[in-house]
């Protein structure tokens, strides 16, 4: 079965930082580009950041970059998400999601997702 | 950035009827990079439709996409309660990759 499992969400002081992981299975993870989505409360879907199979291409939303840093590791079948200078906007349900190409294509799985508060 | 404005805001139909939604693109999508995505209530989106008229695996002829360039439509034909959910256009042609406002589909 193909499955993604974040993890790594929680409360956190703005300003500080927040470290998500994506747990993959189920098919060739260094076959396909990954990519963060999130959807802040009762709003609509957010792309955050993409990452190409051998990390070749990396692209960020403005909202993000310079303070977001997308990775991943093909051995241990896991892409992480480095959020640092962390702000009250960030706050949203964050998706770990698969592509169905190995450049940038359409989201064919998404993970259940996990929650980052950023609140003092 | 590519902005992409769904019409209508809301809609709602009863079942059997057919629904359909519209995804404007503010500049040309190219190779109709475009997808349609159905979200249901405390549920992570599912993929409908991916480079603007082709269906993922395992979703029903029901779900239909079309266009090109700037305009893009997806109609679902023979509506089922289970249809009742928010539908998301997304453009992936061009980075930032980007998403539509959302059109919630409510079935009478």
């Known amino acids: 079965e193909v499955q993604l499992v974040e993890s790594g969400g929680g409360l956190v002081q703005p300003g500080r930082s927040l470290r998500l992981s994506c747990a993959a299975s189920?098919?060739?993870?260094?076959?396909?580009?990954m990519h963060w989505v999130r959807q802040a409360p009762g709003k609509g879907l957010e792309w955050v950041s993409g990452?190409?199979?051998?990390?070749?291409?990396?692209e960020y939303a403005d909202s993000v970059k310079g303070r977001f840093t997308i990775s991943r590791d093909n051995a241990k079948n896991s892409l992480y998400l480095q959020m640092n200078s962390l702000r009250a906007e960030d706050t949203a349900l964050y998706y770990c999601?698969?592509?169905?190409?190995?450049?940038?294509?359409?989201?064919?799985?998404w993970g259940q997702g996990t929650m980052v508060t950023v609140s003092s | 950035e590519i902005v992409l404005a769904q019409s209508p805001a809301t809609l709602s139909l009863s079942p059997g009827e057919r629904a359909t939604l519209s995804c404007g693109a503010s500049?040309?999508?190219?190779?109709?990079?475009l997808a349609w995505y159905q979200q249901k209530p405390g549920l992570a989106p599912r993929l409908l439709i991916y480079?603007?008229?082709s269906r993922a695996t395992g979703i029903p002829d029901r779900f239909r996409g079309s266009g090109s360039g700037t305009d893009f439509t997806l109609t679902i034909s023979r509506l089922e309660p289970e249809d009742h959910a928010v539908y998301y256009c997304?453009?992936?042609?061009?980075?930032?990759?980007?998403f539509g406002q959302g059109t919630r589909l409510e079935i009478k």
């Open positions: 999601v698969k592509d169905k190409v190995s450049g940038m294509g359409a989201f064919d799985i």
């Open positions: 189920g098919f060739t993870f260094d076959d396909y580009a």
């Open positions: 990452i190409s199979w051998n990390s070749g291409r990396i």
């Open positions: 500049q040309r999508v190219s190779s109709s990079y």
């Open positions: 480079d603007a008229s």
């Open positions: 997304q453009q992936y042609g061009r980075s930032p990759i980007t």
